[in-house]
C-alpha cells in the first residue's frame, strides 16, 4: 500500500472495477442468464463513476501529492494499461467471434461480454502495476 | 546504476530525494533497482539534486 492519497484511491478503485466487472461477469456466466440489459450497466457503471468521483475529490483534497502521483513511472505504467486494454479486447473479440461463427456464443451475449473486457482490462493492469510498486 | 550510492552518500533517504524531484518513493526504487529507465529529464534533475553529472548516476550496461 502507498502513503499517496491519489495513489491509494486510484488502487482501491481499479481493484474494485475490476472485482466487480469480473464477478458480474462470471456470474453471467455461470448462472446462463444471459444479456442482462441495464442491471449490468447499472452495476458496472455506478462503481465506475463513483470511483472517478472519489479520484478527482482527491485530487482536489489533496493537490500536494498530484505530481508524485502522476509521476512519469506511473504515466509509462498508464499508457500500457491502455495499449494492454486493446489487445486484450482484440484477443476476447476474436475469441467469441470464432464462438460465433462455431456455434457456441450467442452474438448478443458476445458483444455483451466485450465492454467488461474493455472496462476491467485497463484497470486491471494499473492495479498489477500499483501492486508492484511501479505506479506510485 | 549509482544512485543508490549517490543518495545514501547524500545522506538522503527514497523519500526525501522523490520529493526533491517530484516522483513517488517507488518511483525512486525501481530506478535504483534497474526496473524503471528515467526520462533524461528527470535524470537531470536527479544529477541536480545530488550535485553530480548524470554519467555518474547512470551508466550503459555492460560499461559501454
Partial sequence: MTPN??????LISNLAIVAVTAAFVLLTLAAQVGASGKTGV?????????????????HLMFPQTIEPAWDEEVQHSNRASYLFGYWAVMATFLTLLAGTWAGVVDPAM???????VLGAAPCGWMAVAALLGRAA | MH???????????????????????KTVNTIENGVFIPSTLLALKLARHLAVGVEDLFALPGGE
Fill in chain 1, 42 to 58: 447499472w452495476i458496472i457503471s455506478g462503481v465506475a463513476i463513483t470511483a472517478a468521483l472519489l479520484q478527482s475529490a482527491a
Fill in chain 2, 3 to 25: 544512485l543508490r550510492a549517490h543518495r545514501t552518500q547524500a545522506g538522503l533517504t527514497q523519500a526525501q530525494l522523490a520529493q526533491a524531484v517530484g516522483v513517488s518513493r
Fill in chain 1, 110 to 116: 458476445a458483444f455483451y461480454l466485450l465492454a467488461p
Fill in chain 1, 5 to 10: 492519497p491519489i495513489a491509494t484511491i486510484r
